[in-house]
């Protein structure tokens, strides 16, 4: 076995037994802010990245993988997304996401940590890549769940749920609640469509299973969906909840036709029609 390397590392969980150790070539900065720690390094292999609380949200290399799965597939469920509200991404790379499809006329991002969002404006422009500066786009630093209380019935299309995972840290655990998503379903318009990552199946089962049964008890329509990142060490876990489209009914040709409609085209690295099909399909896995 090759011994590791002297030199920094970030340790991490990545279940509850197991934990991974990332190089780190240097700290960019770090921030203890009222919420939670949070670091911006350069990791060896995977490059600039943020950490908060001790578990790695984003890195260079990967977070297209992270952030094309969390939002597509509910973008696209969506028949034209116009009023988008996205609840955490401090890294502002899901607003990135979001911002790309052409129907959207006002992406709003809420964030608890407004220090968060301001370490990474300054230190990730290759990750958010000036999706804060869009005319499209408003930021607004709260709650999320109180913004969510506030907000107007029918306000929003599509509402994307880029939190930290519902063990990892207790600023966003009420945000997994059935609670909060009966507050959400009230927010989304007609035909409404929300989207939740909700941490890993595998090795915290109970408290993924906690997560999806409370989605069910809203929406008529749950599907569920994983794909691997490689800086998180697991396969990463999704949740949709629809009011009215299925996203497992749509077929290869549906999501390619509305990824050259909404003029998407060129601008994905991972989401495609077969993508998109391959992750409705593909089961969700638990421990035996």
Same mark, same amino acid.
């Not at 913004?147 to 966003?172: C, N, Q, R, W």
């Not at 199946?201 to 490689?230: A, M, T």
């Given at each position: 076995m090759t011994e590791p390397k002297p030199g920094l590392y970030v340790e991490e969980p990545v279940s509850k037994s197991t934990r991974m150790a990332t190089p780190v070539k240097r700290i960019?900065?770090? @921030?203890?802010? !009222?919420?939670?720690e949070a670091v911006v390094a350069e990791f060896e292999e995977f490059g600039l990245s943020l950490i908060l609380d001790g578990y790695t949200q984003s890195t260079e290399l990967d977070e297209f993988i992270y952030h094309e799965a969390l939002v597509h597939p509910a973008m696209i469920t969506h028949e034209r997304p116009e009023r988008v509200l996205v609840v955490g991404g401090g890294e502002g790379a899901t607003l990135r996401e979001v911002l790309k499809h052409n129907t959207v006329r006002e992406a709003v991002m809420v964030d608890i940590d407004g220090e968060v969002v301001e370490l990474c404006k300054r230190h990730l422009a290759v990750i958010h890549q000036g999706s804060f500066s869009d005319p499209r786009a408003r +930021? @607004?630093?709260? =709650? %999320? !769940?109180d913004y969510i209380e506030k907000s107007e019935s029918g306000a929003f299309d599509v509402i994307v749920l880029d939190l930290t995972d519902p063990y990892s840290s207790e600023v966003a655990r009420e945000l997994y609640t059935a609670e909060f998503y009966r507050s959400v379903y009230r927010v989304l318009s007609e035909r409404g469509v929300v989207v939740t990552q909700a941490g890993s199946s595998f090795f915290y089962g109970d408290v993924y299973d906690w997560v999806l049964n409370n989605v069910k008890l809203v929406f008529p329509i749950v599907r569920e969906y994983s794909i691997w990142v490689p800086s998180f060490g697991y396969a990463c876990n999704f949740i949709v909840g629809s009011k009215g489209r299925d996203p497992a009914a749509l077929s290869i040709e549906d999501v390619e036709k509305a990824? =050259?409609?909404? %003029? +998407?085209r060129g601008k994905l690295k991972l989401y495609s029609g077969r993508v998109h099909a391959a992750l409705m399909l593909m089961p969700v896995l638990r421990k035996p």
């Amino acid at each position: 076995m090759t011994e590791p390397k002297p030199g920094l590392y970030v340790e991490e969980p990545v279940s509850k037994s197991t934990r991974m150790a990332t190089p780190v070539k240097r700290i960019i900065a770090f @921030v203890r802010t !009222k919420y939670q720690e949070a670091v911006v390094a350069e990791f060896e292999e995977f490059g600039l990245s943020l950490i908060l609380d001790g578990y790695t949200q984003s890195t260079e290399l990967d977070e297209f993988i992270y952030h094309e799965a969390l939002v597509h597939p509910a973008m696209i469920t969506h028949e034209r997304p116009e009023r988008v509200l996205v609840v955490g991404g401090g890294e502002g790379a899901t607003l990135r996401e979001v911002l790309k499809h052409n129907t959207v006329r006002e992406a709003v991002m809420v964030d608890i940590d407004g220090e968060v969002v301001e370490l990474c404006k300054r230190h990730l422009a290759v990750i958010h890549q000036g999706s804060f500066s869009d005319p499209r786009a408003r +930021l @607004v630093i709260m =709650d %999320g !769940k109180d913004y969510i209380e506030k907000s107007e019935s029918g306000a929003f299309d599509v509402i994307v749920l880029d939190l930290t995972d519902p063990y990892s840290s207790e600023v966003a655990r009420e945000l997994y609640t059935a609670e909060f998503y009966r507050s959400v379903y009230r927010v989304l318009s007609e035909r409404g469509v929300v989207v939740t990552q909700a941490g890993s199946s595998f090795f915290y089962g109970d408290v993924y299973d906690w997560v999806l049964n409370n989605v069910k008890l809203v929406f008529p329509i749950v599907r569920e969906y994983s794909i691997w990142v490689p800086s998180f060490g697991y396969a990463c876990n999704f949740i949709v909840g629809s009011k009215g489209r299925d996203p497992a009914a749509l077929s290869i040709e549906d999501v390619e036709k509305a990824i =050259d409609s909404r %003029g +998407l085209r060129g601008k994905l690295k991972l989401y495609s029609g077969r993508v998109h099909a391959a992750l409705m399909l593909m089961p969700v896995l638990r421990k035996p």
